[in-house]
């Protein structure tokens, strides 16, 4: 079974940048990337095919965020600018067919935590 893990949150003030990496232990179809507070249900924030590197974006990373993969690494990665304090959460990339749903994934990594500060 193919294992992700995430790495490159941190706390960054509002307006900065953070860039998010999943390493993938073997080959994959499509990486997602979700986040999540507490009490509350994965969201969506976007994810990306590999080989034709379509990529889709939910409604919080439209216009501020990028999803980016390497095929010859298995590695994928979410570009976050201007971010905002309400991005603050625990985000988790995840492997799988693609879609928006959390139940299209398979395998999910450990999930790393980004603070925006006001």
């Known amino acids: 079974q193919v294992q992700l893990v995430a790495s490159g949150g941190g706390l960054v003030q509002a307006g900065g940048s953070l860039r998010l990496s999943c390493a993938a232990s073997?080959?994959?179809?499509?990486m997602g990337w979700f986040r999540q507070t507490p009490g509350q249900e994965r969201e969506f924030v976007a994810f990306i095919t590999w080989g034709g590197g379509d990529a889709w974006y939910g409604a919080p990373a439209q216009g501020r965020f990028t999803i980016a993969r390497d095929d010859a690494r298995n590695m994928g990665y979410l570009q976050m600018n201007n971010l905002k304090p309400e991005d603050t959460a625990v985000y988790y990339c995840?492997?799988?067919?693609?879609?928006?749903?959390?139940?299209?994934?398979?395998?999910w990594g450990q999930g790393t935590q980004v603070t925006v500060s006001s």
């Open positions: 995840a492997f799988g067919n693609g879609g928006t749903s959390p139940t299209q994934y398979d395998s």
């Open positions: 073997g080959r994959i179809y499509a």
